[in-house]
């Protein structure tokens, strides 16, 4: 009896950690009233679109005024779901970060698995579920990683005890679903060849089960992932690994991170005592469990050293994976305090612990979460959008940068000129150029050849005054030009057009 409440209590102490997080997340996620990123407004029109069709948006009439898109559509559906009885507003605010509190028990059930011991367990839980990068990335963002870094856990924690049918089965279906969430199931199959990679070095005999679950795994995966982007890989090459983002944007997109900035996104106490524990089990002692962390470690770092993975989702990954890790260098260190002088202090190390994390992590969580709530879209430009809906044709082409394509078409339900969306975009970066053209240019021949080049009816000036300097259209007359909004977002209507005007497809 005393045994099983022990289990208990720490058992409420991990949905105490839940209550807080989420607790916390929403009252960042609700102190404003839009969402943060185009991705979030891409995915409330896909939820739009499955609600009132049962289908996503793959034929995109908006989206460089009219494209296909090619995506895997799954987390849309998981959205769209909860939307149906909440609403999308409320669903698109809750739901993602409900998912993403959901790593906290998984966080405690695998490195539970690995230390055996549940103090461990909840401290590691608690410091996962104050990942900087983690928490501040995914707090108003609606972001596929919510729902597929708890996925990638679950996986992991599935193969760890694959020995037991229940979780075996689990795997499989896992198997299956992972793909249609997101691309980052080849972020999987990396840690899973990884994995083998480490056994056999150091000559450990392979279970048989897992070998199996692994190639399964992968072939799955490569089969599933080359059905739904044949298309793209067919028409970009080899660029679709980059997602055919141009050049001007990619090296942002994909950058390499540094010292600083990875204890900066995942804090240093889980950095420090992941990287001790690498070295204390993979190079000194042996774990089946441990290699399957660190292989997975691995391959988030690779990924991001060789830029094939976008910085924020593998600082997430990695941020993650690594207070795994850090469960047992803590286990490690209170066993040795065990055996020494201060094992009378061991409760105020504990609680000394603790408050580090507080202070490495969880301050810095919050200082990160409130930084990009300040990022989310101002009540100015949901003003302007909602004004463009109203007082322009339906069929009106707008230009604004391409961070606020989507916003164009979400809030406003006019075509946009280009978004952050580029699969199966012809020569993105003369779309760009084209942009900062008619942002820029200090003559109007040129700003109307690509004006008449996208057909665009109104240009929109927000964001590209801090992006590009551009507080005004400099060539902008009353008869071409008429600025037609101006109420802290500029609003062009184009008038004008060149006799010889080249019109895109």
Known sequence: ????????????????????????????????????????????????????????????????????????????????????????????????NVLIVLVIPLVYLISKEMTRDDTVAVVTAFAAAFIPVVFSQTVNSVVMETLMIPLVFYLLYCFMRSSE?????????????????????????LGFLLYLLLIKLEYRHQNRVELELILFFTALAIWIEFLVYKSAFLFHGYRVIWQNIPGQILQNYFAQTSIIGAVKGIG???????????????????????????AFTMAATILLWLRLINLSTGLMLLGSLIAVLMGLSFRDFFAYADKTKV?????????????????????????????????????????ALRWLEKNTPADSVVVGMVSEGEFISAIARRKNIADTRFFLIKNPDTVLDDIKTIYTSIFQTPALERLDKYRASYVYLSRAEPELGADRLKYADTNCFPLVYDNGVKIYEVRCHLFAAEVSP
């Open 1 to 96: 009896m005393t045994m099983a409440w022990y289990k208990k209590r720490h058992l409420w102490y991990v949905l105490g950690i839940m209550v807080l997080a989420l607790s916390l997340r929403l009252m960042f996620a609700f102190s404003v009233p839009e969402l943060t990123g185009s991705d979030a407004y891409f995915r409330l029109r896909q939820v739009e679109s499955i609600l009132q069709s049962g289908l996503p948006l793959f034929i995109d009439p908006f989206s460089f005024s009219g494209r296909m898109h090619v995506f895997t559509p799954a987390y849309e559906y998981v959205l769209s779901l909860f939307a149906f009885v909440l609403g999308p507003a409320l669903a698109l605010k809750l739901i993602p």
């Open 165 to 189: 049918k229940v979780f075996l089965y689990q795997f499989i279906v896992l198997a299956f679903v992972a793909p249609l969430v997101s691309a980052l199931s080849f972020f999987i199959v």
């Open 268 to 294: 240093i106490v889980p950095l420090i005592l992941g990287t001790v524990a690498v070295y204390q089990y993979v190079f000194k002692q042996r774990s089946r469990e441990l290699y399957l962390i660190v």
């Open 343 to 383: 094992a009378h202090f061991k409760k105020l190390f504990f609680a000394s612990f603790v408050l580090v994390i507080v202070a490495t992590s969880v301050i810095p969580s919050l200082i990160l979460a409130n930084q990009q709530i300040q990022r989310s879209l101002l009540p100015k430009d949901v003003a």
